[in-house]
């Protein structure tokens, strides 16, 4: 094999290892977040998450806003002693009866613990309000009245 063959094999393979290493860069980490839709209504959502982190569990709450649905908190992964920042996020639906979505994120913890944060709060929410009040149908808008046939006489 001669050097200049040997020399386009080689340059060809670092040009895919650095593609492939851009690639892999400029994708950055997973952004896990976890979500739950809430039936309850806004306010009882709050209030429940709010309870489940601070009362429930004891962690710090660093930031609140009601107002615009956050709450940062200091989580504190069960047998350890050391915290880390975590955020639970609602977002109205459409209208006053549409879903609450929750959005927790503690990025230095695996996804299940999100997760299992979620799952407490839609279990503390169904104990303390019962079952999720039944959404109301949309009213269809009425039939045009039948304006007969169109056709020939």
């Known amino acids: 094999m001669s050097w200049g063959s040997s020399r386009a094999a080689l340059v060809g393979v670092l040009s895919g290892l650095l593609v492939t290493g851009a690639i892999v860069i400029s994708a950055g980490g997973a952004d896990a977040k976890s979500t739950y839709e809430s039936p309850y209504g806004y306010d ?34 069960p047998n350890t002693k050391k915290t880390c920042p975590g955020t639970l996020e609602l977002v109205r639906g459409q209208d006053s009866d549409a879903p609450v979505s929750v959005l927790v994120q503690l990025p230095d913890m695996p996804h299940f613990h999100e997760q ?8 503390k929410m169904r104990h303390e309000y ?16 039948d304006a007969g046939d169109a056709g020939t006489d």
Do not use: H, I, S
Request: avoid cysteine.
């Open 44 to 77: 009882r959502t709050w209030n429940a998450a709010l309870r489940l982190v601070r009362a429930d569990n004891g962690w710090k709450v660093t930031e609140k806003d009601a107002e615009n649905g956050y709450l940062l908190f200091d989580y504190l992964p």
């Open 116 to 123: 299992v944060m979620l799952d407490a709060l839609a279990a």
């Open 130 to 145: 019962g079952d999720p009040p039944p959404r109301k149908k949309k009213r269809q808008p009425a039939d045009p009245p």
